[in-house]
């Protein structure tokens, strides 16, 4: 009887053996790395309607975060401010800058700027501004430093392991409460000499959930 | 069967003779391999009606996909309905395959060779069918991969104190081992299968298969071993996996699932219904594929045997958990086994013990355990009261729960159905491609129990080779 295979297939084992583990290393490292919230989400920076610097406003000018995102500390949401908070300043200054077009438009017909979202949770996680300013995490904590983006960008990955890192070990990412909004607090100088358990200010300590239904509720 | 009781006997040994007809080594080979070989029209009917009942299960869960277990019969007290009850169904069903071919192998008990191989088959199938239950029932099949432990961005690790965990092992173990064990069985049975291949696509894939075994010395010594080590590993495996199982209700604390009883009443349980799903399937299939000399009646009796023993073990268990919920006092404990008697589900309780209890008693008369159409329709009764003791333990526990406000009946919708149809569908396809595409009874192992194969053996001069003649 012929021979069904040729010789060189005896090879075949000793090719999976060598393969297989490569291959299955090079899939666990590839989902590891590819598949992240650090690569697929971190970095996000969509093109903006309207070219609004926050390096301009936030860091330049020195404006405090709150100016705009006035509900940060009163509601879940950090608010994305009407065309009118812009105007407060814009019917004054650059009132005829073609980049405010849209802005000026809005503030007329009351159609809403149609900004893109960039940092966005999923439905099923729970989140709100509250506790976490009320805490003391800073704003650049979680978004970065806004001061020095042209254009805003997704500054850390916001996966459910990123969240959680901060909830099982707050005390580094803490601040007194009145340095939330600066940008130039940093926790690795200023956070050396800040010990929240001290802090007299703060009349309960910090004790973030770490249960399933502290985020999915 | 004019000469009723009497088997064939070994000349040498003087015991019962595992295959009957004084056939020569060619004849096994033949009586397996052409049907395989052959197109049968009986098969055909077969395939085509399993296949359309997978189709069922196909539009069963691609519903269930798109609209969630909202379709199913389940609430609020019944969390688990018929997707745990099939679950537990099939895994113990799966029982019988590493049983016969791994404990009673290590027993020397030869008469398993004509059976064994059947039997793993049928217990891969039905771990398939139980895992895919587990899979839909957490209504999202597509992050099943939570319930292993693998590093991730949600940081999220298994509970380890869960039995649920404990049962994504057990029966994922349980399902390697019987594959690998059923693959190493069947090696030179490919090997006979490629050299007898007439066309190409054949020879190839039997031959891919068969791992190039010619049948030397050295081959046999190192597949020995290796089914030896197998054997070994699988035979805990028939303890520890229905033993998980049963902790999936006995860990959690409510009556009547609370109970110590569970690990060996699971166990003797799963032996028991899937003893009886061989015989469901060898019956039929011994008859249509000419196989009664192979498969003979004394196989046949010995299964009922186990049936015998392990339902009345069963029976055991029920009358114990009786027993120790009248005798620990605990009013709850009683509550949930009077309500098993007298409450809402008194159908399906008594449903399960006639089919559990009683029906293996017939067996303890010769004439029905020796009658192949009388075991098939006792392993019917069986299948079905083993499916409803599931039931019984599943729903009636829970469906009154510590909170009476919360009480309430639990019904199957036709998409609980469908799906259990479907997972029969199932089963049945994958045990059709099997018993058309391999050998469903192991060549080589039947061979060795020949009068032939012992070293003694000397043939009667004027034998011919083959003793068909002699009947």
């Known amino acids: 009887m012929p021979a069904i295979f040729p010789r060189w297939t005896n090879k075949i084992p000793l090719a999976i053996g060598v393969l297989a583990p490569l291959a299955l290393a090079g899939a666990v490292g590839g989902i590891w790395y590819y598949f992240s919230p650090k690569f697929t989400d971190a970095g996000y920076r969509p093109r903006q309607p309207v070219p609004f610097s926050h390096k301009l406003h936030a860091g330049d000018m020195g404006m405090d975060c709150r100016y705009c995102h006035n509900t940060v500390e009163r509601a879940a949401h950090a608010a994305i401010p009407p065309a009118q908070t812009c105007m407060n300043c814009h019917s004054l200054v650059k009132t005829e800058s073609p980049k405010l077009k849209l802005v000026r438009d809005s503030y007329t017909t009351d159609e809403p700027i149609p900004w893109v979202r960039v940092h966005q949770l999923p439905d099923y996680a729970f989140f709100d501004h509250r506790p976490h300013l009320a805490a003391g995490v800073g704003c650049s904590s979680c978004h970065g430093r806004i001061d020095q983006m042209t254009i805003v960008e997704m500054d ?52 973030p959930p770490e249960h399933c239904s502290g985020c999915h509720r | 069967m004019a000469t009723a009781y009497h088997d064939e006997l070994d000349p040498l040994l003087g015991r019962k003779n595992l295959v009957e007809g004084g056939v020569s080594y060619h004849d096994i080979t033949e009586a397996v391999a052409t049907p395989i070989e052959v197109p049968n029209s009986r098969w055909w009917i077969a395939f085509l009606i399993s296949l359309s009942m997978l189709g069922v299960l ?20 019944i969390a688990w309905g018929w997707a745990i009850v099939n679950f537990v169904f099939w895994v113990g069903i799966g029982h019988a395959g590493t049983l016969i071919s791994a404990v009673l192998f290590l027993f020397r008990q030869k008469w398993r060779t004509s059976i064994n ?26 992050v099943l991969y939570w319930s292993l432990p693998l590093p991730n961005q949600m940081s999220m690790w298994p509970n380890f104190r869960s039995p649920l965990l404990w049962d994504v092992f057990a029966v994922s ?55 030896l080590i197998f054997a070994g590993l699988a035979t805990p495996l028939v303890l520890s996996v229905h033993t998980v199982v049963s902790f999936d209700f006995a860990v959690s604390q409510l009556p009547g699932w609370h109970t110590t009883i ?31 000399h192979l498969i003979t009646i004394k196989h046949l009796e010995n299964m009922a045997k186990i049936i015998l023993l392990t339902g009345t073990m069963v029976g055991y268990a029920y009358a114990m ?17 009077t309500n098993r008697l007298f409450g809402d589900y008194w159908w399906a309780y008594w449903t399960m013990v006639s089919c559990n209890v009683i029906t293996p008693q017939f067996i303890w008369f010769k004439a029905i355990r020796r009658s192949p159409l009388a075991l098939f329709v006792l392993s019917i009764f069986v299948n079905i009261g083993m499916w409803f003791e599931r039931f019984v333990i599943t729903v009636t526990s829970l469906h009154h729960d510590f909170l009476p406000s919360s009480w309430d009946y639990y019904s199957p919708t036709v998409w609980d159905v469908a799906t259990l149809l479907g997972s029969f569908g199932l089963f049945f396809t994958l045990f059709c491609i099997f018993v058309r595409f391999l050998p469903m009874l192991a060549i080589a192992e039947v061979k060795s129990v020949l009068p032939q194969a012992d070293p003694h053996y000397h043939a009667p001069h004027h034998a011919p080779t083959s003793g068909k003649e002699h009947h």
Not at chain 1, 162 to 181: A, G
Not at chain 2, 262 to 290: D, E, N, Q
């Open chain 2, 117 to 142: 191989r059947a039997s793993e088959a049928m217990t891969i199938f039905a771990v398939i069918c139980a895992l895919l239950f587990p899979t839909v029932h957490a209504g999202r099949p597509w």
């Open chain 1, 156 to 207: 850390q990955p916001l996966s459910m392991g990123w969240c959680l890192d901060c909830h099982r070990d707050p005390e580094p990412s803490l601040r007194p409460r009145d340095q939330i909004t600066n940008m130039l607090w940093d926790p690795a100088v200023d956070g050396k000499n800040y010990d929240a358990a001290k802090d007299p200010s703060r009349t309960r300590q910090v004790n």
């Open chain 2, 173 to 227: 173990t349980y399902f390697t081992v019987s594959l690998l064990f059923w693959y190493v069985g069947l090696i030179p049975d490919l090997a006979t299968m490629r050299d007898r291949a007439k066309t190409p696509m054949r020879r190839f894939a039997y031959g891919l298969f068969a791992l190039g075994w010619r049948g030397s010395t050295r081959h046999w010594l190192h597949y020995e071993k290796a089914y």
């Open chain 2, 321 to 337: 958990e009786f027993f120790i919920a009248w005798y620990s006092g605990n009013p709850y404990e009683s509550y949930a086994f």
């Open chain 2, 262 to 292: 569970f690990p060996p009443y699971f166990v003797a349980g799963a032996i028991f219904s899937g003893f009886a799903m061989v015989l469901t399937l060898l019956v039929p299939l011994r008859a249509w594929f000419k196989l009664g």
């Open chain 2, 58 to 77: 196909g539009i069963a869960l691609g519903y269930l996909f798109w609209m969630g277990t909202g379709i199913w019969g389940l609430n609020n007290p």
